[in-house]
């Protein structure tokens, strides 16, 4: 069967690069629309059970409209030039390392390729991530289009008008799992605090993240709304709600950590 989708080599089969794989089966492409580039044994092993062909170096065969780099920071360097060969047929270079500016893979594929950078977070592996996109001027339309299509098989993709904006989407989505994973911890401990045991305080905790979170995402509301709507004058909401936005001490908090994920960020760069 031939398959309308863009045509993928994957670089990097590791936590990224599998759930990515995955979701791409999962939302209309073909296994033979997929080659994945791996050294390790073990990683080149979980999508040749997905049916993928897996190959331990990048071979010339390939054909790719868009080529996805998903490998540490450390080996993007190393990485690329073997990739350099693919210039000619026009691909996409779709990075997700973290840290590493459009400039950094211009420098070694030169100012003629185009090149999309992308920031997805963990729950991409549950179809639920959010991915940050900037490109640089060689990218087409249909470029753009492709990159959106595949991040947004993972979840949703939007783009950055600005790549400085990326160590600001660092600091809310690309860190925000788990500001929320210390909510749920939070909760829990409260819960223990009141008498609960921490069992049961653990499973009312991670429901109420987690069913709240499913609310939201799926009302019209907004949360400022969904909340005010749960909070009756005198009750017991409202009583907690009074503790937790004394002051706009809460919110400043989520603005210092933001901050310091992206400070950390522009510092690894
Ligand atoms: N995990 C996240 O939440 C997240 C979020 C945003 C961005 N990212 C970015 O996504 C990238 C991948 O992260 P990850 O968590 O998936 O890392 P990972 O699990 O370590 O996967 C990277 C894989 O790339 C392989 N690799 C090394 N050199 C290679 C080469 N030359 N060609 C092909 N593959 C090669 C590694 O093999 P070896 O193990 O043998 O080295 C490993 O299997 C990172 O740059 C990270 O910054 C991750």
């Keep these: 069967m031939m398959s309308a989708m863009p045509k993928i080599i994957l670089v990097g089969c590791g936590n990224m690069g599998f759930a990515l794989t995955r979701g791409w089966l999962n939302n209309g492409w073909l296994k033979s629309d997929i080659v994945a580039v791996d050294p390790s044994d073990s990683a080149r092993q979980k999508v040749t059970d997905l049916g993928i062909l897996a190959t331990e170096k990048i071979s010339t065969d390939p054909q790719a409209d868009i080529i996805v780099l998903a490998v540490k920071p450390q080996h993007l360097g190393e990485t690329l030039p073997a990739y350099k060969q693919f210039l000619n047929s026009d691909p996409v270079f779709l990075s997700i ?9 211009e420098d070694i594929l030169g100012k003629n390729a185009a090149i999309v950078r992308g920031m997805p977070n963990t729950p991409v592996s549950v179809g639920k991530g959010m991915t940050a996109l900037v490109k640089n001027k ?8 492709a990159s959106e299509k595949l991040m947004g098989a ?21 860190s925000g799992p788990a500001y929320v994973f210390l909510i749920i911890e939070a909760l829990s401990k409260a819960g223990v605090n009141l008498g609960l045991s921490e069992e049961l305080s653990g499973e009312l905790a991670l429901m109420t ?12 509301l907004s949360p400022t709304e969904l909340r005010r709507r749960v909070t009756s004058p005198g009750g017991t909401t409202e009583a907690a709600l009074n503790v937790l936005m004394r002051n706009e001490e809460l919110v ?4 210092d950590a933001a901050h310091a994920a992206a ?3 522009r510092d690894l760069a």
Excluded at 138 to 145: A, C, E, H, I, R
Excluded at 161 to 166: A, I, T, V
């Design 154 to 174: 993972v979840g949703r993709a939007t783009w950055l008008e600005d790549e400085s904006l990326m160590n600001a989407v660092t600091g809310i989505s690309g």
């Design 252 to 255: 400043d908090l989520f603005k």
């Design 138 to 145: 060689m990218v087409k339309k249909n470029q753009m289009t």
């Design 97 to 105: 390392v973290a840290g590493k500016p459009i400039v950094f893979l």
């Design 263 to 265: 400070d950390r960020g």
């Design 209 to 220: 993240v987690a069913g709240a979170g499913e609310l939201a995402f799926k009302s019209d």
